[in-house]
T-cell receptor, first 108, second 122 residues
Framework: DIQMTQSPSSLSASVGDRVTITCRAS??????LNWYQQKPGKAPKLLIY???TLQVGVPSRFSGSGSGTDFTLTISSLQPEDFATYFC??????????FGPGTKVDVK | QLLLQESGPGLVKPSETLSLTCTVS??????????WGWIRQSPEKGLEWIGS???????YYNPSLNSRVTISADTSKNEFSLRLSSVTAADAGVFYC??????????????WGQGTLGTVSS
């Protein structure tokens, strides 16, 4: 099965900061990588699919890049509502989905 | 607006079967091109995909849970269900029902239920 890792596991940032989160797959997954945002007590919300395509309604300050095994989620200017935990998920393996362990973004 | 809502007993005894249902409104589970599934979240294992079903009846499950999982669908009620047998404390967590596409480019989870807590205790 395909293992997903994320770094860092947590980070502290301030409003207006540029934030970058990295996701790595244990084997090439082409661009079949999706990103989610989760706030406490809520279900995860799809932000980006196919590595770089923004889901409808997601602010343009979010962007994704990468292919193969290494991917990045960037928030260009962190807003108060962006403090949350972010997960990556691979959809390359047609028989199994796997998620990264998450990156928590909190207030510096 | 598509809405997914989980329901079912929140407490199950060890060795028994956890049963949950997801009721879908604002859309049909018989829509072509979509699968309907279940995801569990726990502090120990994080987000874990359990399995998915197509309205045609086609299913696939997480290999680590395959022998204990059954997902079924009732198109007349527009709902689908999860049965997880022989549960232990390790099976506890928040269970989400979800939708995802059936093609390589659409296999992301775009709709989620609010989640329901499943506890295993005698």
């Amino acid at each position: 099965d395909i293992q997903m890792t994320q770094s860092p596991s947590s980070l502290s940032a301030s409003v207006g900061d540029r934030v970058t989160i990295t996701c790595r797959a244990s084997q090439s997954i082409n661009s079949y990588l999706n990103w989610y945002q989760q706030k406490p007590g809520k279900a995860p919300k799809l932000l980006i699919y196919a590595a770089s395509t923004l889901q409808v309604g997601v602010p343009s300050r979010f962007s994704g890049s990468g292919s193969g095994t290494d991917f990045t989620l960037t928030i260009s200017s962190l807003q108060p509502e962006d403090f949350a935990t972010y997960f990556c998920q691979q959809s390359y393996n047609t028989l199994e989905f796997t998620f990264g362990p998450g990156t928590k973004v909190d207030v510096k | 607006q598509l809405l997914l809502q989980e329901s079912g007993p929140g407490l199950v005894k060890p060795s028994e079967t956890l049963s949950l249902t997801c009721t879908v409104s604002g859309g049909s589970i018989s829509s072509r091109g979509y699968y309907w599934g279940w995801i569990r979240q726990s502090p120990e294992k994080g987000l874990e995909w359990i399995g998915s079903i197509h309205y045609s009846g086609s299913t696939y499950y997480n290999p680590s849970l395959n022998s204990r999982v059954t997902i079924s669908a009732d198109t007349s009620k527009n709902e689908f269900s999860l049965r997880l047998s022989s549960v232990t404390a390790a099976d506890a967590g928040v269970f989400y029902c979800v939708r995802h596409g059936s093609t390589s480019s659409t296999r992301f989870f775009d709709y989620w239920g609010q989640g329901t807590l499943g506890t295993v205790s005698s």
